[in-house]
């Protein structure tokens, strides 16, 4: 009974590792723009960048980085990601109270990633994506910073990307 155990287990193994074997590279073309210390508060609510991206082909944007909440209200802020023509690409809500707690103090961190596939109507792909980070509750003392990164990849299967395979990313 141990010994048709062990070759079932042997077998499931083998299975994996022939998988692996036979599975095809992948790759991946990025380009990307970060800063740090964007800061939310009652005098400016709001902070909006700007992003065009070129690329040979569709991509995928991502915005990514972490909140670091100044106190310990319930203050909310929300992130969003929309193209050029409105059409929303994805929305975030962040909460203080669901933050991490960072070292003795009394400051928190939320690690934030928003992002989605976008395809091209043409060749190559030229979009523009506004990101807006509000501060939408919180005290009047509330101060939210954030540390971000703007990617756009592609990415795929086989041995490398297709020849003359590019992104690009400028905040404008």
């Not at 995928?60 to 023509?85: C, F, H």
Request: hydrophobic share 35%.
């Amino acid at each position: 009974m141990r010994s048709q155990r062990v070759l079932g287990y042997l077998g499931v193994v083998a299975a994996a590792l022939a998988s692996i074997a036979t599975s095809q590279p992948t790759w991946d073309v990025d380009d990307e723009v970060s800063g740090l210390h964007d800061e939310l508060g009652a005098s400016a609510p709001e902070s909006v960048r700007h992003f065009s991206v070129e690329s040979s082909d569709e991509h995928t944007v991502r915005v990514s980085g972490t909140l670091k909440w100044d106190l310990n209200p319930a203050a909310m802020v929300r992130v969003s990601i929309a193209k050029d023509d409105g059409s929303p690409v994805q929305e975030g809500v962040y909460r203080a109270d669901e933050a991490k707690l960072v070292g003795p103090g009394r400051r928190r961190d939320t690690v934030i990633s928003l992002g989605q596939h976008q395809e091209c109507e043409t060749k190559p792909c030229e979009q523009g994506y506004t990101v807006t980070v509000r501060l939408e509750e919180g005290a009047p003392q509330e101060r939210v910073f954030f540390d971000w990164r703007f990617t756009a990849s592609m990415s795929g299967s086989g041995d490398g990307p297709p020849k003359d395979s590019y992104v690009k990313v400028v905040e404008d």
